[in-house]
């Protein structure tokens, strides 16, 4: 290698090793002669239940008695059909543990990333790319620019086994693992064919959905070979606007009109039946001398009551209900998912096996997001005309309803929610392909037995976000409609100098006043298409090379190479920022990592009078980035059992998170954000907010600890609980700090930041620019608690029959402390607020979530009970809530008069009875109490969506019926 020499250090480290485990597998090809040799014991059945249940992902090693030290809850197939999920992933994210993880109904907060219908897995509330996913032990390819795996596109039909790993996991797995791992494990030998098919609907009779899947597996060669084929298809229709749900009290926080500093009211105020004083549907006039005059339809002026209190763009009372546009966007988008897999695998010899896997998944949502609004302002400068965010009526526009013509001196601006126009349509469409080739096998050496397996994987991942809104430049041409003098039509006052420039004018005055040809004019589709791939090629080796006093040592060692990649294109407006919404924007980039890792479990006592056992569990990972260079992760645990029925676990790591595509080459993202400006009087304005890459960013470093307690008493048989302490401190972590903070800071004196923010001649924000950087600490804390029970009943009385089943699974979230040395430092744990759901990590943190299962299986039928909530908190926990007799307000902590939101428990049952040998047919029925979400308050102080609900806590669907049939032959 000619170039050796100008490898880093840590590369040719890595790359040495490479070829040291390059020239072992070479090795196995030759060993099958001298395995063969050695007898070999086959494993009772007890024995190889024990070892099924104890393969799991908190470690690399495999050895038979031992348990990791990092906790592991694991999910079998019958834990998954006893829910009944249309998606395995609302199965998983009812666990306490995966607070926040993003799912269809608050995946569509954001026009951005496509990532509208996807399920992603966030453990911790650390956010979605602190949580490694994996499927059979293998990483997948992202799914969006940001890096999220859609949990949709996996074999769902296959999963035998779910692993949640609640820890540091880096030094084992590589980047991500900050939160810990999801395992997919897929039962790669099933033999026979199964299916199921079931269907559903809301009490509502919405959001109706289908699933149906296919399995089938079988061996030939006698018995050396082995194909495997499966397929699903599932549907949802979704939810349009809340459909009949009568929960919405249109719930908002505004400031306090009536505040000043020292007159011990609070500055901000949280009232329902709220509205927006600036928009209706069909426009209303917002400066001047006709300030209060709205149009409804067919363009009739009327004069708007205002209500009890107007605040900026709030008001309560009076027509809010005509200002209101909190139902327009859709409360679960509309989702379609197919997936196809297929495996063939063949044993060459005894001791070395081959195989082929292909795997296709494609998802297709489509969403009302909101309303093409834009707000109306207070003032008009001279000569101002319309832009993105404002709108100025000139005096001679041509529809100008005649009964106020007169009264119109000069122009004026107007508020509108466009109904005419509709909502934005985003539609999003994510497809992936993973191909892999690989081998296993097993040999003897050095007096042991080794197993190893190496695979090349591919994955190509395409997404097509699309968004129908407005094209700002032609919408504000068609708006500024003149009579032409020389024919009396009215036309777009463009049109007077460019007489083939195409405009057709809009009238913008009422709602049923458009014409189709106006309103297709100003309409276009915003589109990006992103191509993301992912290569890997790894090799992974096991064995007991050695023994202590104490027992075998256990190793794994291996290396792994892997690029990511991204390609794009957009439509030809994009680039400009052409639209109201989308703005897609291509991005270009690539990195590649190379690793290697080494992992042991050392046995350091057994049997002895002070311990049943005791072990060590090391492991160490270097791996060289092309972006930015080496990095060393690590992890150290014990595993100490006193007793049998005792064990105390521990352990310390050090875990990173490396940059995704997106915050390195993300080019100029544009949407749509609303802001207020303090520097104007908290005038609320919408604005672009212009997210770009940062090649320079390095990779996050967690340092965790956990401790726990598990007990198994051998006088209680089928009990075990545990308790597990958690603590990660997060540095340097990459974050973006959102547009209103920019501006925030800018006005409280971070001049650096003002260069961030663009503003129009009459000092109005049009753009804010972002862009993420290594500049935060988090800290994450907190306390897991698991037990279980289960027993045969025909144990305790011959009267009975049947096993009975107790779970209960708890996290008490301690702290979850931000701090991005911009803003005061927060914590969040207590929070119950909408803020942030989008970003795939959410503030949304109460103290306690909990999971609570009972269930009864017999021989024909089953039935389970589940309980599941959270408890009580605060829309924002750095607010003061007062009513009387407030301290001085401030901008890091708001007085509030109300800062509380209730807590939730939700009861899901269900039941199945078996027809003949293994077909069945089942029902549930989630939160069969009916239970409505509290209403989350949002405004320009916290974000948040106009729905005004939390669905990332709440269950915003209501009562949702199942019912299906499922076979085995």
């Given amino acids: 290698m000619k170039n050796w020499g100008k490898l880093g250090a840590p590369t040719r480290a890595i790359l040495a090793s490479s070829v040291s485990i390059a020239t072992v597998a070479g090795f196995m090809m030759s060993a099958p002669a001298l395995a063969q040799s050695a007898a070999s014991q086959p494993l009772t059945e007890e ?65 951005g990333p496509g990532t509208s219908g996807i399920n992603a897995l966030n453990l911790r509330n650390l956010g979605v790319n602190r949580t490694l996913v994996l499927l059979d032990g293998q990483r997948v390819g992202a799914s969006t620019l940001t890096g999220w795996v859609d949990i949709n596109q996996f074999p769902q039909a296959l999963i035998k086994r779910v692993d949640v790993v609640t820890g540091g996991a880096s030094a084992d797995w590589g980047s991500d693992a900050v939160a810990g791992v999801v395992n997919f494990v897929l039962d790669r030998d099933f033999k026979g064919v199964k299916g199921d098919v079931q269907g559903g609907v809301t009490t509502y009779g919405d959001d109706r959905n289908y699933k149906a899947s296919l399995t089938a597996g079988a061996s030939f060669a006698d018995d050396r070979g082995h194909i495997l084929l499966s397929g699903e298809i599932a549907h949802n229709d979704g939810v349009r606007g809340i459909g009949d749900r009568k929960w919405y009290k249109a719930k908002k926080i505004f400031f306090n009109p009536a505040y000043t500093a020292t007159n011990g009211q609070p500055q901000l105020l949280v009232r329902e039946n709220t509205g927006f004083a600036t928009v209706t549907p069909g426009g209303i006039i917002t400066s001047g001398p006709l300030r ?79 309303d093409q609004f834009v707000f109306g302002s207070s003032t008009v400068a001279a000569g101002a005309t319309s832009t993105v965010s404002t709108i100025v009526i000139q005096p001679d526009n041509a529809f100008i309803p005649a009964s106020i013509r007169s009264r119109v001196t000069g122009p004026f601006s107007l508020g509108t929610t466009n109904e005419d126009l509709g909502p934005i349509i985003l539609t999003t469409n994510r497809k992936s392909v993973r191909g892999m080739i690989g081998a296993s096998g097993d040999f003897d050496a050095v007096g042991s037995n080794w197993k190893w397996d190496a695979y090349a994987q591919r994955s190509v991942s395409r997404v097509y976000t699309a968004a129908r809104t407005t094209i700002t430049a032609r919408y504000n041409q068609a708006i500024d409609a003149v009579v032409n003098p020389a024919t009396g039509a009215i036309v777009c006052r463009s049109t007077l100098t460019n007489p083939t420039n195409g405009c057709v004018p809009y009238n913008i005055f009422g709602t049923g006043v458009v014409s189709d040809a106006a309103r297709n004019y100003v309409l276009g589709t915003a589109f990006g298409r992103t191509r993301l ?15 202590t006093w104490a027992g075998p040592v256990s190793v794994a060692f291996g290396v792994e190479h892997r690029k990511e990649a991204v390609s794009g294109s957009s439509d030809a407006l994009s680039p400009a920022r052409s639209y109201f919404a989308g703005n897609y924007n291509a991005s270009f980039g690539s990195y590649n990592v190379t690793e290697g890792f080494l992992e042991a479990v050392i046995p350091l ?27 060393t992760t690590w992890k150290a645990g014990l595993t100490y059992k006193p007793i049998d029925d005792i064990t105390l676990r521990v352990t310390r790591s050090r875990d990173i998170r490396a940059p995704n595509l997106s915050e390195l080459f993300q080019f100029n993202q544009t949407a749509g954000a609303n802001v207020t400006d303090p520097s104007r009087g908290n005038a609320a304005t919408t604005v672009f907010s212009v997210t770009s890459g940062n090649p320079n960013l390095k990779p996050e470093k967690a340092d965790t600890f956990g401790a726990g307690l598990v007990v198994q008493p051998s006088f209680l048989p089928g009990f075990a609980a545990s308790v597990d302490y ?90 979850n402390y931000f701090n ?42 089953a039935v389970q009970l589940t309980a599941r909530g959270f408890s009580s908190g605060k829309l924002n926990t750095a607010y003061i809530e007062c009513t009387t007799g407030c301290p001085t307000s401030t901008t890091e902590q708001m007085t509030i008069e109300n800062n509380r939101v209730p807590g939730a428990i939700y009861f899901d049952a269900y039941g199945s009875y078996k027809l003949f040998g293994d077909a069945e047919v089942f029902v549930a029925v989630d939160n069969f109490t009916n239970k409505s979400p509290a209403q989350v308050a949002y405004g320009p102080s916290i974000g948040g969506t106009p729905i005004s609900v939390n669905p990332a806590l709440f269950d915003v669907l209501g009562r949702t019926f199942r019912a299906g049939f499922r076979f085995k032959i």
């Fill in 605 to 631: 006592a057994k049997d002895a009078s002070f311990a049943k056992s005791l072990d060590l569990n090391a492991a160490v990972r270097a791996t060289d980035y092309s972006t930015s260079g080496y990095v």
């Fill in 47 to 111: 024995q190889t239940a024990e070892v099924e249940d104890i393969v799991v992902t908190g470690t690399r090693v495999i050895r038979d008695g031992y348990t990791a030290p990092i906790p592991t809850t694991v999910l079998g197939a019958a834990d998954i059909a006893t829910r009944a999920p249309s998606n395995v992933a609302d199965f998983v994210n009812i666990l306490p543990s995966l607070a926040s993880s993003v799912k269809p109904t608050t995946s569509i907060a954001s026009v």
């Fill in 726 to 815: 958690y603590n990660i401190d997060i540095k340097g972590a990459i974050s973006t700090v959102v547009a209103q903070t920019l501006v925030n800071q800018c006005f409280a004196g971070n001049t650096p930041l003002c260069a961030q923010i663009q503003r129009n001649a009459a000092g109005v924000i049009t753009t804010v620019l972002v862009q993420p950087i290594n500049l935060s600490k988090q800290l994450s804390r907190g306390v897991d608690f698991e037990a279980s029970y289960r027993r045969d009943l025909a144990n305790l009385s011959s009267g009975l029959s049947g096993n009975l089943t107790l779970r209960v699974l708890a996290t008490r979230f301690i702290k």
């Fill in 820 to 861: 991005n040395g911009i803003n005061r430092p927060t914590d969040t744990v207590g929070t119950n607020s909408q803020n942030g759901t989008a970003a795939g990590v959410s503030p949304s943190l109460p103290r306690w979530r909990y999971l609570a299962s009972v269930g009864w299986d017999g021989e024909a039928a």
């Fill in 533 to 547: 791939t992912q290569n890997v090629q790894a090799l992974t080796m096991r064995g007991d090379p050695f023994s």
């Fill in 292 to 370: 209060g005059t709205y149009f409804g339809q067919g363009g009739t002026p009327t004069q708007f009551n205002y209500g009890s209190i107007v605040s900026g763009n709030f008001m309560q009372g009076g027509d809010s209900q005509y200002s209101d546009f909190g139902t327009t966007g859709d409360l679960s988008p509309r989702l379609s998912r197919q997936n196809a897999f297929g495996r063939l695998s063949f044993d060459v010899t005894d001791n070395v096996q081959i195989f082929g896997q292909l795997s296709y998944g494609r998802a297709h949502s489509r969403v009302a997001f909101s």
